[in-house]
T-cell receptor, first 114, second 116 residues
């Protein structure tokens, strides 16, 4: 149980275009989902917390107009990187939480902006 | 705010041996959970073990066990009979039960290499 899927696993896009990443909890409902960014050999950096039916809460320094988050249902959250630039290239990971039992993570998306 | 510190950036262990990864945390709260997550080369984050702060008994999951010292704010992970598949980054994490959002605070990670 507690499986989280993330799609796509890899994406290459051109500078200036937008990319959408989907995160789904497959066998549980998640009132809260999280989006992280991870640089090589570093820990996870929380970008935003997404609650179903309400606006996402962004961490300091994360541009909310650039990283659009939508949490339309209890099993789906999306992250859209708008007007992507090479510096947005990174590994993005989502997680979903069924409660205080912890967070369950998706397999991640490697974004490369050329 | 909580902080989580993993003082060992890298460790190595021989296959079948035992290794202990350190984690300390700082919090003024009394109700919380602690976690160890594993991130193998695939980069999929996997929950290894969870400890509720109100429980005195240390959590165990097969070859993985923790030494939870609440007063010292220490939460180490012991891996027994290390296997090659244990090679990964290990992250210690804190979750406050007072935080309705179930947010995790991560340590910086320890890279563990299991040698044949």
């Amino acid at each position: 149980g507690a499986v989280v899927s993330q799609h796509p696993s890899r994406v290459i896009c051109k500078s200036g275009t937008s990319v959408k990443i989907e995160c789904r909890s497959l066998d549980f409902q998640a009132t809260t989902m999280f989006w992280y960014r991870q640089f090589p050999k570093q820990s996870l950096m929380l970008m935003a917390t997404s609650n179903e039916g309400s606006k996402a809460t962004y961490e300091q320094g994360v541009e909310k107009d650039k990283f659009l988050i939508n949490h339309a249902s209890l099993t789906l959250s999306t992250l859209t990187v708008t007007s992507a630039h090479p510096e947005d290239s990174s590994f993005y990971i989502c997680s979903a939480s069924p409660g205080p039992a912890g967070q369950y993570f998706g397999p991640g998306t490697r974004l490369t902006v050329t | 705010a909580q902080t989580v510190t993993q003082s060992q950036p890298e460790m190595s262990v021989q296959e079948a041996e035992t290794v202990t990864l350190s984690c300390t945390y700082d919090t003024s709260e009394n109700n919380y959970y602690l976690f160890w997550y594993k991130q193998p080369p695939s980069r999929q984050m996997i929950l290894v073990i969870r400890q509720e702060a109100y429980k005195q008994q240390n959590a165990t999951e097969n070859r993985f066990s923790v030494n939870f010292q609440k007063a010292a704010k220490s939460f180490s992970l012991k891996i027994s009979d290390s296997q090659l598949g244990d090679t990964a980054m290990y992250f210690c994490a804190f979750m406050s039960l007072n935080n309705a959002g179930n947010m995790l605070t991560f340590g910086g990670g320890t890279r563990l290499m299991v040698k044949p």
